[in-house]
T-cell receptor, first 115, second 115 residues
């Protein structure tokens, strides 16, 4: 069965510091991978996605993520965090091989940004 | 992409009553889904809304409790029936296009509180 693990429940960083949010997955092949952000009281916004090809993908708001097959990871990074980045971040995967279109989400990482 | 709206945005309901949540997409999408996000938790897929046929429910969710309709390619409803306080959650609608690597776009969610 496919699964997504986000090891960090809560991360606190200072504004301007770099950020890395971890995501590990379990899947039989290479899945489709996504990072979503949920601001307080809001729905989910797609930050970036990986389907194939270049393992370093760029997203919105200055975020990037790197797919590492050997580590079954898809970590999200940002070089300099802004106070507005405080939110909950979800990693998700989807089946790349068949007709199962649903997303499996990790438990999320809550990001706090200190001034 | 797709822009998704949901109504109502929030509601407070009494135990034993039912609430119907509407999801409207601004374009004809192939896939529509309903998720539940319990307080402080990640997203759990309730069901896939199938146009013109019965929804496909995930393990632990049943049609009598969460009846879903999808009369066309842009609209779906989720009813939460015979509610109890345990149904207090955010309910999110998502949509996507078949052949687009399973990317899903999310609505803003409906925040439900059951007293």
């Amino acid at each position: 069965a496919q699964s997504v693990t986000q090891p960090d429940i809560h991360i606190t960083v200072s504004e301007g510091a770099s950020l890395e949010l971890r995501c590990n997955y379990s899947y039989g092949a290479t899945p489709y991978l996504f990072w979503y952000v949920q601001s307080p009281g809001q729905g989910l916004q797609l930050l970036l996605k990986y389907f194939s090809g270049d393992t370093l993908v760029q997203g919105i708001k200055g975020f990037e993520a790197e797919f590492k097959r050997s580590q079954s990871s898809f970590n999200l990074r940002k070089p300099s965090v802004h106070w507005s980045d405080a939110a909950e971040y979800f990693c998700a995967l989807s089946d790349s091989g068949g007709s199962n279109y649903k997303l499996t989400f990790g438990k999320g990482t809550l990001l706090t940004v200190n001034p | 992409s797709a822009v998704i709206s949901q109504k109502p945005s929030r509601d407070i309901c009494q135990r034993g009553t039912s609430l119907t949540i509407q999801c409207q997409v601004d374009s004809q999408v192939t896939m529509m889904f309903w998720y539940r996000q319990q307080p402080g938790q990640s997203l759990t897929l309730i069901a896939t809304a199938n146009q013109g046929s019965e929804a496909t429910y995930e393990s632990g969710f049943v049609i009598d409790k969460f009846p879903i309709s999808r009369p066309n390619l842009t609209f779906s409803t989720l009813t939460v029936s015979n509610m109890s306080p345990e149904d207090s959650s955010i309910y999110l609608c998502s949509a996507g296009y078949r052949g687009s690597y399973n990317e899903q776009f999310f609505g803003p969610g409906t925040r439900l509180t059951v007293l």
